[in-house]
């Protein structure tokens, strides 16, 4: 990486401001139900730790959109992190205001402090210069450990970088892009890509940077449908893409011309209903019936999927082959799932989703690397610069 990372560094009883993506879903009443990402942090907070460093925390946390809202106040987030560092954590209820500055100035080497939400600020999204300035206030060194948040140009990701007298990059960031790096611009051969999810256009980026690169590209999820119906074939209820089929088609062609496997779901398990306990059965994906829906991929496509995927060396998936919160149509997903497990081969999980998937069916520490950003690893994963990445100091 040509980026100055946290080894580069003297961080020796420093003030170092961190930016880590502590965005964690939480349910109804507030609590955190997964500490993923917190625990993703801890290596690059406890190696500060160690150092004996001031350690100043900053994230931001769901859509407050510029404002304070209750709810959204980062407190279940800093108990979270307390009980797995075992070590009282200051969270104050600014970011940079009269409570952040008298905690931060009331710091003790090993101490840690974490900042209000910053999306509490409307600098933050504006890339503030002024909101960047003062978050670079609490900073001998910024530390920039979000990885989940390096596709956004943010104050506190981006901006603050212009303040400080070093910018690195943390453990976690450091590793997703050197780990994805490999896959990026060294990939053992075969290389093949797993593309599911929702839709098409989230993708057409990264399927269009895939498609120069591997030798074998599986299309399934709900975007197949669209490049089902690129075939010309009836696709019911399903969810489709109209002003994406043409380029569906476009990319079938590509494909071709690139020789590149690109292999489409030959068929699908359908459903009359967008329901759990809807009826549901598997067909050819020719015979898409009308008022029914396609939710998954079929079981010929699931072996023709492990044919392919069985002497690849490196792999890429991102997004699930069917709406796997639902079990009767999850099957796919886990399939595909268990033969990334079982394979010799550099696997590597994007996507928000399909790392739930992945975990969900327990075999987490069967893969490679699952990242922990899901906009920023198809960013990635599409050539593209990470904005919050550039940002950092070169070494
Ligand atoms: P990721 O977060 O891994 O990038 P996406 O967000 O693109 O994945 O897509 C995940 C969503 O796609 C899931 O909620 C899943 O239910 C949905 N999905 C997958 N297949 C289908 C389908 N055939 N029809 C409708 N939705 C689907
Ligand atoms: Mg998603």
């Known amino acids: 990486m040509d980026k100055k990372v946290l080894k580069n560094v003297n961080v020796d009883d420093k003030q170092v401001l961190v930016r880590v993506d ?9 609590n955190v139900t997964d500490a993923t990402r917190v625990e993703a942090a801890l290596p690059t907070i406890k190696y500060l730790l160690k150092h004996d460093a001031k350690v100043i925390l900053m994230a931001h946390f769901g859509r407050p959109g510029g404002e304070v ?5 980062l407190d279940p987030v800093a108990q979270v992190l307390s009980n797995k560092l075992n070590k009282k954590v200051t969270k104050v209820d600014d970011t940079v205001e009269e409570d952040a500055q008298k905690a931060v100035a009331n710091m003790e080497k090993g101490d840690v402090v974490l900042l209000e939400n910053t999306r509490f600020n409307p600098g933050e999204k504006k890339n503030d210069p002024e909101f960047s300035k003062q978050l670079a206030q609490f900073a001998d060194i910024y530390v920039n450990d979000a990885f989940g948040a390096t596709h956004r140009a943010h104050a506190s990701t981006a901006g603050v ?17 050197e780990t994805m790096g490999q896959a990026v611009y060294n990939p053992e051969h075969p290389y093949v890509a797993i593309i599911g999810g929702a839709k098409v256009s989230d993708k057409i ?57 690109l292999v489409l779901p030959e068929d699908v398990v359908i459903a009359d209903d967008f329901a759990a306990d809807a009826d549901n059965k598997a067909v050819p994906a020719d015979e898409i019936e009308e ?10 496509t699931i072996e023709k999927f492990s044919a392919v995927l069985k002497d690849a060396k490196t792999v890429v998936w991102n997004g699930p082959m069917g709406v796997f919160e639902m079990d009767a149509f999850a099957k796919g997903t886990n399939q595909v799932a268990k033969t990334l497990a079982n394979l010799d081969a550099m696997t590597i999980i994007g996507g928000g989703d399909s790392a739930a998937a992945v975990k969900k069916a327990g075999l987490e520490s069967e893969m490679t690397h699952i990242s922990t950003g899901g906009g920023a690893s198809l960013q990635f994963f599409e050539g593209k610069p990470l904005q919050a990445v550039e940002a950092l100091d070169n070494k």
């Not at 502590?22 to 507030?30: K, L, S």
């Not at 809202?69 to 106040?73: C, I």
């Not at 590209?217 to 449908?225: E, K, Q, R, S, T």
């Open 22 to 30: 502590f965005n964690v879903p939480v349910d109804d009443e507030g």
């Open 69 to 73: 809202k209750e709810d959204l106040r």
């Open 205 to 261: 980026g990264v399927i269009e940077t895939l498609i120069e690169k591997v030798d074998a590209l599986l299309i399934g999820g709900g975007m197949a449908n669209t490049f089902i119906a690129a075939q010309g074939y009836e696709t019911g209820d399903s969810l489709v893409e109209e002003d994406k089929i043409d380029l569906a088609g476009e990319l079938i062609e590509k494909a071709k011309a690139k020789g590149v496997n």
């Open 291 to 300: 008022g029914w829906q396609a939710l998954d991929i079929g079981p010929k």
């Open 161 to 177: 970088a212009d303040y400080v007298d070093e910018a690195v990059a943390g453990f976690l960031i450091q590793n997703e892009l």
